[in-house]
């Protein structure tokens, strides 16, 4: 059986966080920010899931790099 992935976990846990908040947005008709967040905020986690079940270590590294300039944008 294969352990909990707290990474995995938080990840997910943000991207609701961030679905949340851009329909807060999309409300206050900031549709351009809403959709970049929620793109970054999903993607980001996405990445990372995807990461777990790469073909090498190269592709492994190489998703979470890609993750992490997702998380970098979201910060912005």
Partial sequence: M??????VEK???LALQVIEYS???EQAKKHVVAR???R???SFGANIKEAQSSESKID????LKIA?????ELEY
């Fill in 2 to 7: 294969v352990g909990r992935n707290v990474i």
């Fill in 11 to 13: 990840s997910f846990a």
């Fill in 23 to 25: 329909e807060t947005l």
């Fill in 36 to 38: 970049q967040m929620l």
């Fill in 40 to 42: 970054a905020g999903t």
């Fill in 60 to 63: 492994f590294i190489h998703k």
């Fill in 68 to 72: 992490d300039k997702e998380a970098h």
